[in-house]
T-cell receptor, first 115, second 117 residues
Framework: AQTVTQSQPEMSVQEAETVTLSCTYD???????LFWYKQPPSRQMILVIR??????QNATENRFSVNFQKAAKSFSLKISDSQLGDTAMYFC????????????FGQGTRLTINP | NAGVMQNPRHLVRRRGQEARLRCSPM?????VYWYRQLPEEGLKFMVY????????ESGMPKERFSAEFPKEGPSILRIQQVVRGDSAAYFC???????????????FGPGTRLTVL
């Protein structure tokens, strides 16, 4: 069974700083996707960024980028020039492409951006 | 194109009552997933359905919980004889259901927050 671990329950940085959220996962599958989701106080799940395991190039979306280390099974999220609106829970998630393609989520990291 | 709809957004039930949570997938999507988020935890997979079929229910509790996705109408997650431990946010996600090992993005609804008194 796949597992996803986020070892930082909470993080706090000043506005405009760069912050990195950690995530490790365990799987025996070779074909999979990794995700970071943002959950603001509204509780809506918002997809931030997606990484395909067979692509070596790290995904980027504007201020958000990942550091994908496949051999180490590590998938960290870097937020550059952090903004107050980035305050939220962030969840790392895994999806194997065989079978049901269900998402396996980590426990989450509560990120606070301070003015 | 409307997104995934869930209703009600908030549901309060007393212990022993039944809870029915509804999910209308995005237009053109034939696959639905249900996830549960207990307080201060990540989302946990419950069940995966296609129209009129349960494909994977490995995350569903063995008793009191059931799900359906009829040919017409929304998907329903039903919890019978609710207990306080069922208090959680229940999220539905839909996907287009592309064939084979193609990636199927899941689009999440806003969730239903169930409170059991």
């Amino acid at each position: 069974a796949q597992t996803v671990t986020q070892s930082q329950p909470e993080m706090s940085v000043q506005e405009a700083e760069t912050v990195t959220l950690s995530c490790t996962y365990d799987t025996s599958e070779s074909n999979y996707y990794l995700f970071w989701y943002k959950q603001p106080p509204s509780r809506q799940m918002i997809l931030v960024i997606r990484q395909e395991a067979y692509k070596q190039q790290n995904a980027t979306e504007n201020r958000f980028s990942v550091n994908f280390q496949k051999a180490a099974k590590s998938f960290s999220l870097k937020i550059s020039d952090s903004q107050l609106g980035d305050t939220a829970m962030y969840f790392c998630a895994f999806m194997g492409l065989g079978g049901a393609q269900k998402l396996v989520f980590g426990q989450g990291t509560r990120l606070t951006i301070n003015p | 194109n409307a997104g995934v709809m869930q209703n009600p957004r908030h549901l309060v039930r007393r212990r022993g009552q039944e809870a029915r949570l509804r999910c209308s997938p995005m237009k053109g999507h034939s696959h639905v997933y249900w996830y549960r988020q207990l307080p201060e935890e990540g989302l946990k997979f419950m069940v995966y359905l296609q129209k009129e079929n349960i494909i994977d229910e490995s995350g569903m509790p063995k008793e009191r919980f059931s799900a359906e996705f009829p040919k017409e109408g929304p998907s329903i997650l039903r919890i019978q004889q609710v207990v306080r431990g069922d208090s959680a946010a229940y999220f539905c996600a839909s996907s287009p259901g592309l064939a084979g090992d193609s990636y199927n993005e899941q689009f999440f609804g806003p969730g239903t927050r169930l409170t059991v008194l």
